[in-house]
C-alpha cells in the first residue's frame, strides 16, 4: 500500500497567521493516465470531512483562496493563509492514484 | 443539493455481520463512483471499497473476502455488508463519492457482546 506521511501531527497557529501542511507519498502518485489524485480534507469537530483541494491544487467549489495546494510526484503541501477560527480540526491528504486508496494521519490545527 | 444518508445498527455483535445503508439524493448513483470510508477512535481513516456507476466493485484488500458493497438503483441506495466482526471495527462509517466532494454525517459503529 502506498503510504502517505503527513507532518507535522499538531499545529498551534494564530488567528491571521499563515501555516502549512506537509504530506509525502511513498510512490509517485502520478496516475498512468496523467492526473495526479492527491486530495485534501478538513475535518472539523463533530462534522464529516470536507473537501479542499483535489488534484493536488485545485481548489473545491466554494473553499475560500486562503486554502492553497502544491506539489508534485511524492512531495505535496497544503498552505493556509490568513487563518481563521472556522479552519481548525484535522487536516488529512488522501491519494486516490493508486489501490487500495490511502489516507495520512491527520494534522491537528488548534489555535495559539 | 446532493445528500448522502448514513443508517444501520449502532452496535453490532462480534462475528455478526455490519450492515450498513446510504440513500442519495440530489445525485443518481447510476453516474459516479460511491464509496464507504471508516474512521476509527482516534483520527486513522480507511478507504474500505467502492461501487461504480456500472455496478462495478473495488475493495480493500486488508478487508479481505469479508466486505461487500451492493446497490439498489431503484432506490437510490449503495449498501455496506462487512461479515465477521471483531472490536477492531469499532469505528465511525461513511459514505461518500470517490473524489470525497459529498459525504454523509457519518454513523457510529460499535462492535461489542
Known amino acids: 500500500d502506498v503510504v502517505m506521511t503527513q507532518t507535522p501531527v499538531s499545529l498551534s497557529v494564530s488567528l491571521g497567521g499563515q501555516t502549512s501542511i506537509s504530506c509525502r507519498s511513498s510512490?509517485?502518485?502520478?496516475?498512468?493516465?496523467?492526473?495526479?489524485?492527491l486530495y485534501w480534507y478538513l475535518q472539523k469537530p463533530g462534522q464529516s470531512p470536507q473537501l479542499l483541494i483535489y488534484?493536488?491544487?485545485n481548489r473545491f467549489s466554494g473553499v475560500p483562496d486562503r486554502f492553497s495546494g502544491s506539489g508534485s510526484g511524492t512531495d505535496f503541501t497544503l498552505k493556509i493563509s490568513r487563518v481563521e477560527p472556522e479552519d481548525l480540526g484535522v487536516y488529512y491528504c488522501?491519494?486516490?492514484?493508486?489501490?487500495?486508496?490511502?489516507f495520512g494521519a491527520g494534522t491537528k490545527l488548534e489555535l495559539k | 443539493e446532493v445528500q448522502l444518508q448514513e443508517s444501520g445498527p449502532g452496535l453490532v455483535k462480534p462475528s455478526q455481520s455490519l450492515s450498513l445503508t446510504c440513500s442519495v439524493t440530489?445525485?443518481?448513483?447510476?453516474?459516479?463512483?460511491w464509496g464507504w470510508i471508516r474512521k476509527f477512535p482516534g483520527n486513522k481513516m480507511e478507504w474500505m471499497g467502492y461501487?461504480?456507476?456500472?455496478?462495478?466493485?473495488s475493495y480493500n484488500p486488508s478487508l479481505k473476502s469479508r466486505i461487500s458493497i451492493t446497490r439498489d438503483t431503484s432506490k437510490n441506495q449503495f449498501f455496506l455488508q462487512l461479515n465477521s466482526v471483531t472490536t477492531e471495527d469499532t469505528a465511525t462509517y461513511y459514505c461518500?463519492?470517490?473524489?470525497?466532494?459529498?459525504w454523509g454525517q457519518g454513523v457510529m459503529v460499535t462492535v461489542s457482546s
Open positions: 440530489g445525485y443518481s448513483i447510476t453516474s459516479n463512483y
Open positions: 510512490q509517485s502518485l502520478v496516475h498512468s493516465d496523467g492526473n495526479t489524485y
Open positions: 461518500a463519492t470517490r473524489g470525497g466532494d459529498y
Open positions: 488522501y491519494q486516490g492514484t493508486h489501490y487500495p486508496n490511502t
Open positions: 488534484k493536488v491544487s
Open positions: 461501487i461504480s456507476y456500472s455496478g462495478s466493485t
